[in-house]
Antibody, heavy 119, light 107 residues
């Protein structure tokens, strides 16, 4: 069974870099051709797709975040990571890591982690 | 980039009602459309992928249809556990945009 778990600091200072890691178990991050995504949800708001990486190649970002965003994979640790620079209070949200399924839907989700940007 | 527009943004319904939620893409996404259910404080759950394929363990009262730009999620007979927020998302090509959500609450 595929499981994903986000980890990282719950509090980040404004202008700093938000870094989260998603650890995957039950599947190899190196196989399947699926998208490995980051998604966030501001308090009381809808879902916002942040970006994804495909193990078949290619990294894609939300255009509104692209200038501050980096997503990378560490196949040796079966993890993928999110780095969002120059954060502000507007980046306070629950951050989910997720994986696509054959057929295209986002079928596997981490439990989500709340990141608060505050001084 | 493809924009996804959901309607309505909220609706009130009673147990047993038939509920329909629509999602429109700003350009053709063929059948690369997925539906999710999210309850407060919980992780989104994939209900339907590829427009009409029911994810395993999802009750058959949920159904999806559509192709191209217009899609529909239907709950044939609303149950108490179905009160939640529903989102569409396309997976045609990145960015994999979500719709704004439809909150279904008790009438």
């Amino acid at each position: 069974q595929v499981q994903l778990q986000e980890s990282g600091p719950g509090l980040v200072r404004p202008s700093q870099t938000l870094s989260l890691t998603c650890t995957v178990s039950g599947a190899s991050i190196n196989s399947g051709g699926h998208h490995w995504s980051w998604i966030r949800q501001h308090p009381g708001k809808g879902l916002e797709w942040i970006g994804c990486i495909y193990n078949s190649g290619g990294t894609y970002y939300n255009p509104s975040l692209k200038s501050r965003l980096s997503i990378s994979v560490d196949t040796s640790k079966n993890q993928f990571s999110l780095h969002l620079s120059s954060v502000s209070v507007a980046d306070t949200a629950v951050y989910f890591c997720a994986r696509g399924i054959a057929g295209g839907g986002t079928g596997y989700w981490g439990q989500g982690t709340l990141v608060t940007v505050s001084s | 980039d493809i924009q996804m527009t959901q309607s309505p943004s909220s609706l009130s319904a009673s147990v047993g009602d038939r509920v329909t939620i629509t999602c429109r893409a700003s350009q053709s996404i063929y059948n690369y459309l997925n539906w999710y259910q999210q309850k407060p404080g919980k992780v989104p759950k994939l209900l339907i992928y590829a427009s009409s394929t029911l994810q395993s363990d999802v009750p058959s009262r949920f159904s999806g249809s559509g192709s191209g730009t217009d899609f529909t999620l239907t709950i044939s007979s609303l149950q108490p556990e179905d009160f939640a927020t529903y989102y569409c998302q396309h997976t045609y090509s990145p960015p994999l945009t979500f719709g704004g959500g439809t909150k279904v609450d008790i009438k």
